[in-house]
């Protein structure tokens, strides 16, 4: 047995250090210590892509419950008070088992169709070009605050219905939801994150009594048409836009502001992207591989179990480390490069694998390229700023919050 007790090894995504560049740690917990016990957090943390593999399969070992709440701490009273007038905890497909995590998939799935995705690349690339033209001509520029959340959010919003006024509020709400779900705010913002939470669930359950009496041509009238109310109360039904609003905005966010830090640090290869069409799709793998917005989600332990020679106990709490193995090296070789011609990048973890895969990942894949051909033709000589960017602080996430980033502006020279 592997005696996890005396690991020398700290895991702790809220050190700025291991937040700025956390592949050391990775790399030395998948050498030493694959499936360590953080003390800290009460946390264990599993790192080798063959074991993330393994957690992810096993759903009945491994429940999903509690996949996207970092804390395991209750949540301070008032905050509790104000989610009691809505619905929590919020239902959600990432922290669903089965029957209802099938169910409510299948529901989604039906609505989400290839069809519904692909229409929409017209006003995707409609929206990036207006999104870059604010700020184009100034030379230097927020990207995440002026492109990188906007874009994604305007997109799911259009695909499910909502109005592109409400665009705003919905991303405020969706980062209420994240911090609720974090719970290391302080109880003044908690209570106030709480009521953003309770107000978000509020606004989707009215659209979706609209669309009872009056149907339209959108995703929220798509899953009432499926809907079967002996199975899922409409309670249910009505967070599942929520859900797509938060998952489809929040991780392509973070993907096109560490793209455009990537590229902003390597002219060669942001050359290479504006010139080689054919090399954009692999590109996105590659950063998706890379710097999964998604560094880990969590498990439950419903019984006593062995992972990698470690003895885990039920109720113990597991991270399962997408970004940890998507770096391991027995599976990608060179894995802290870019290779835009690895022949395995599909491999990846960053969408997760099984009856958990994304649903929204065929979306991201489409969303993602349009952004990075928008940005670096927009954006020529694209190059990081002295301006120390802001990393987002949600525990198991990779991206920025404020990334500043400069360019040359068109006619500068």
């Not at 957090?41 to 970092?70: H, K």
């Not at 498990?299 to 062995?306: C, G, L």
Request: hydrophobic content about 45%; aromatic content about 8%.
């Amino acid at each position: 047995m592997i005696d996890v007790a005396r690991c020398p090894i700290h895991f702790d995504p809220t050190d700025p250090e291991q937040r700025a560049d956390p592949v050391p740690t990775y790399r030395r917990l998948r050498a030493e210590a694959p499936v360590h016990y953080e003390v800290r957090f009460d946390l264990w943390v599993v790192t080798r892509y063959a074991d993330v593999n393994a957690v992810i399969r096993d759903t009945e070992t491994f429940s999903s419950e509690g996949a996207v709440t970092s804390a395991a701490a209750p949540l301070p009273e008032r905050a509790r008070a104000k989610l009691a007038e809505g619905h929590w905890p919020v239902t959600l497909l990432t922290q669903s088992d089965d029957p209802l995590h099938r169910t409510l998939r299948n529901l989604v799935q039906r609505a989400f169709t290839p069809r519904r995705v692909a229409a929409l690349e017209p006003a995707i690339r409609e929206r990036a070009q207006q999104l870059a033209g604010r700020f184009g001509d100034r030379g230097e520029a927020d990207v995440v605050g002026e492109f990188a959340w906007e874009l994604p959010i305007y997109v799911v919003g259009r695909m499910i219905g909502v109005p592109d006024g409400d665009v705003p509020k919905l991303h405020e709400w969706s980062d209420d939801l994240m911090m609720v779900l974090q719970a290391t705010a302080t109880p003044d913002e908690l209570e106030r994150h709480a009521a953003g939470v309770v107000a978000m669930q509020r606004y989707f359950a009215a659209a979706l009594e609209d669309r009872l009496s009056a149907r339209r041509d959108d995703l929220m009238s798509s899953l009432l048409a499926d809907w079967e109310p002996e199975l899922v109360p409409f309670e249910q039904v009505a967070q599942l836009p929520l859900n797509l609003i938060v998952a489809g905005h929040l991780t392509v966010t973070r993907a096109i502001g560490n793209g455009i830090w990537m590229l902003a640090g390597d002219p060669e290869l942001a050359r290479r992207l504006r010139t080689d069409t054919d090399a954009m799709g692999p590109f996105v793998e590659e950063l998706l591989r890379l710097e999964a917005p998604a560094q880990g989600l969590f498990r439950t332990v419903t019984r006593d179990t062995e992972l990698a020679g470690v003895r885990i106990p039920a109720g113990a709490r597991v991270m399962i480390q997408f970004g940890a193995a998507n770096h391991d090296e027995s599976v990608f070789e060179e894995p802290d490069a870019v290779r835009l011609e690895r022949a395995n990048m599909s491999q990846h973890l960053a969408f997760g694998k099984g009856a958990h895969f994304c649903v929204g990942a065929p979306l991201a894949r489409l969303e993602l390229p349009v952004a990075f051909e928008t940005l670096l033709a927009a954006l020529p000589g694209l190059r990081r700023t002295d301006v120390e960017p802001v990393r987002d602080p949600v525990f198991f996430a990779r991206g920025f919050r404020e990334l500043r980033v400069a360019w040359d502006p068109v006619g500068s020279a």
